[in-house]
């Protein structure tokens, strides 16, 4: 039990309510024919396998500096509470996982199953070598709504795109937030962030740009996705709201609410995404079958 306490610790499962209601979210927006619970059910395992792919690779490349940032040294990779063949273990393990629900999805999925595994392979390494990492990151989670598409139509719609390009900005722009506590060591250390290259103040209106973004191609998911009814919309001046508030806790000389805004924020604005759609899809199905 201690062991596993440290791997959930390792991989933050926490955070994949970050991409786990997005993900959800997706399937209900994307399927045209509701799809098996078998598919369900493998569509959901390849978002939770390529998550904790990602991250432990991640933690793999990251641990000479995760060892040295004080931030992170109590973390348990860098502590030596969980070992590299450890990690490379479960990265092995999730790889072959998600290889294997891409397969049972459809032969489409399977396919191209390599691009994401590349792409998650790719991040942990951008910033040694370019001042957006963060924009590497967004590309990941714009992958999620593109991958749900083929896993369910075997196509890549418009609404895909619009939706994928929504959540690669948002996710974006709160890493360049998350970014923002290790900018000295990162300096000190030769990484790359927006934060270090243009300054604090440039990066906070950077990931506001990117959140205003964001808000916009949900609107136009809207506007284009055939059962959207007033509840999409009220529900999305809620998450405008949640993304105004995640910006007032971050000031360019008091980045103490960091955390705050960073998990507790997004992981609700991810929820509220999730329940918008539900509550959308019940009342439209309502509404046409009276």
């Known amino acids: 039990m201690r062991k596993l306490k440290l791997y959930s610790e390792l991989l933050r499962l926490e955070h994949t309510i970050f991409a786990l209601p997005f993900g959800l ?168 962030s927006i934060p270090v290259r243009f300054g604090i103040k440039i990066a906070l209106r950077i990931a506001r740009g990117l959140h205003l973004i964001t808000f916009v191609f949900l609107l136009l998911t809207g506007y284009f996705y055939l059962k959207t009814t007033w509840i999409y919309f009220t529900g999305l001046t809620l998450i405008a709201l949640f993304l105004v508030y995640e910006h007032s806790l971050i000031k360019e000389n008091d980045l103490s609410k960091i955390n705050k805004a960073f998990f507790t924020t997004n992981g609700f604005i991810s929820i509220i995404f999730f329940v918008i759609i539900v509550l959308n899809n019940l009342y439209y199905h309502f509404k046409t079958n009276l």
């Not at 999620?144 to 598409?149: M, S, V, Y």
């Not at 929504?166 to 923002?180: E, K, P, Q, T």
């Open 25 to 192: 979210a997706s399937l209900l927006i994307l399927y045209e024919n509701f799809p098996s619970w078998e598919k369900i059910l493998y569509i959901l395992l390849a978002l939770v396998f390529a998550r904790t792919l990602g991250m432990a690779f991640n933690r793999l490349i990251d641990k000479p500096f995760d060892e040295k940032n004080p931030r992170t040294s109590i973390w348990p990779h860098a502590q030596g509470l969980v070992k590299e063949w450890e990690i490379m273990v479960i990265i092995l393990i999730s790889s072959l996982l998600f290889i294997f629900s891409c397969y049972k999805i459809n032969f489409l999925s399977f396919l191209l199953s390599p691009v994401v595994i590349v792409s998650l392979f790719v991040y942990p390494f951008a910033k040694r070598f370019t001042y957006f990492p963060h924009f590497f990151l967004g590309f990941v989670y714009f992958l999620i709504p593109i991958a749900i598409d083929v896993a369910l139509n075997e196509k890549i719609s418009l609404i895909a795109i619009l939706l994928g390009i929504a959540m690669a900005c948002w996710v974006s722009g709160f890493d360049i937030l998350y970014s923002l506590q290790d900018v000295e060591f990162d300096k000190k250390v030769g990484l790359k």
